[in-house]
């Protein structure tokens, strides 16, 4: 199976080598052209355009930052549509829902196929296949993706019409965020208060809230290491983008919103390109008030 790739950041390396390391042909496109030279050590062949790709590879996977990028690399000049007449297109980037339509709705006009694919999970778990993938749209074309959804993720969910993945992943990313922000307070409080935040993280893996991300997360947050496998600044952009749903629908989310306020300062503090869990600075910085 031929397929394009376009993105080659901390997901979608991880997730076009899985593609190259299980035999598929793979034809890589990134913005900083460099990027793709590592894969083409795995057999990758290289793109000079979203347009190129998408002419060779009857289905491409796009994998980009945020919904600007999204749109840039479908409408802008050499970009997705001019090739994508009977062709497929999968864009797993975490957008809006509305970006998700935008795209969907000028690829059909084109005579193409469109399918969003959002994944839960983040550089390790695509480094291993273990990503969970939340698709809607085309649902011929998510029948003929199974088998790269297969390599890449350990659970695929056709979720129906173009949106309703996004809007999955932007809650999953809501909830995960706020967990982060209360498992951060957690431990500020459990240091402050004379107790062993090492201890705290042995309790809480022993009862019912035990969970991947406070086992994954919760050594190196002590470490004060925060090497990104999922940047805060995206977390954040997900944070911002699940309120605005929010208000699309009427739901007060005050934990959310919350939590928002806390990635923003991280931000503020030179913290974007670290991982998300660097949000536990803004917790132990002596001035820090809700």
């Known amino acids: 199976m031929e397929v394009g790739f376009l993105g080659l950041g901390i997901m979608g390396k991880a997730m076009a080598t899985n593609l190259l390391r299980h035999g598929f042909k793979v034809t890589v496109w990134n913005r900083t052209l460099s990027k ?54 999968i864009d797993m980037s975490t957008v809006d829902a509305d970006t998700s339509s935008k795209i969907s709705e000028a690829i059909k006009e084109k005579g193409g196929y469109f399918l969003e694919a959002p994944v839960s999970g983040s550089k390790k778990p695509a480094e291993d296949g273990q990503l969970v993938i939340l698709a809607a749209g085309d649902k011929a074309l998510y029948d003929e993706a199974l088998p790269a959804f297969d390599i890449l993720g350990k659970k695929s969910f056709f979720l129906g019409d173009v949106g309703n993945g996004a809007k999955m992943k932007l809650v999953v990313n809501m909830i995960m965020g706020s967990v982060m922000n209360a498992f951060s307070e957690g431990l500020t409080l459990a240091e402050r208060s004379g107790l062993s935040p090492a201890t705290l993280l042995d309790v809480l893996d022993l009862g019912a809230i035990s969970n991947g991300m406070f086992k994954l997360k919760g050594p190196t947050m002590l470490q004060n290491s925060y090497s990104p496998a999922f940047p805060l600044k995206h977390q954040q952009k997900d944070m911002r983008l699940a309120l605005a749903l929010g208000d699309e629908n009427a739901v007060s ?14 931000r503020s503090m030179g ?18 008030s809700s």
Not at 253 to 266: H, L
Not at 271 to 288: C, I, M, N, Q, R
């Open 36 to 89: 793709c030279e590592e894969l083409v050590q795995y057999g990758a062949s290289v793109g000079e355009t979203p347009a190129t790709v998408v002419k060779k590879c009857k289905y491409t996977i796009a994998m980009l930052s945020d919904p600007s990028a999204a749109l840039s690399v479908v409408f802008d000049k050499d970009g997705v549509l001019d090739h994508i007449n009977g062709k497929g297109y």
């Open 271 to 288: 913290l974007g390109d670290h991982d998300f869990s660097a949000v536990h600075e803004t917790y132990k910085a002596p001035h820090h």
């Open 253 to 266: 989310m005050p934990i959310a919103a919350a939590a928002n306020e806390a990635f923003k300062k991280a």
